[in-house]
């Protein structure tokens, strides 16, 4: 299972490897600090595009378990996030229960890589 699970990342990775290209929409966050509304929007526009969840279905305190998110999609929302704002999570997502967790942790990151 493990094995299976880090293929999956690595090929992942792959296709999304060059930084700016996954959502084309969104500005690169190398120079200026993205806010907490330009971080939301991106992940709206995530889940609408990638998973298929209407905006009906998207307000900030909606918890994540919700979403009909599996492991696999939840790891392809962090490595998105990830990607477009060229930050690392911690290991441990326990803490990111709301959508409005990821938003603030995501921001948190982005403003202390800077």
């Known amino acids: ?3 299976a699970l880090w293929h999956y990342i690595l090929e992942f ?7 700016g290209e996954y959502y084309e929409g969104y500005r690169s966050m190398s120079k200026e600090v993205a806010t907490k509304d330009e971080i939301k929007s991106f ?8 998973k298929n969840i209407s905006i009906e ?3 900030p305190e909606r918890p994540l378990k919700e979403l009909d998110i599996d492991s ?3 790891l392809e929302v962090i490595f998105s996030i990830e990607h477009q704002y060229n930050i690392s999570f911690p290991k441990n997502y326990e803490h990111l229960v709301t959508i409005q967790d990821v938003i603030d942790v995501t921001h948190d990151l ?5």
């Open 110 to 114: 982005v403003v202390a890589k800077q």
């Open 43 to 50: 992940l709206i526009d995530m889940f609408i595009k990638e």
């Open 57 to 59: 279905n998207l307000f």
């Open 72 to 74: 696999f999609g939840f």
């Open 1 to 3: 299972m493990y094995k």
């Open 13 to 19: 990775k792959k296709k999304y490897s060059r930084k």
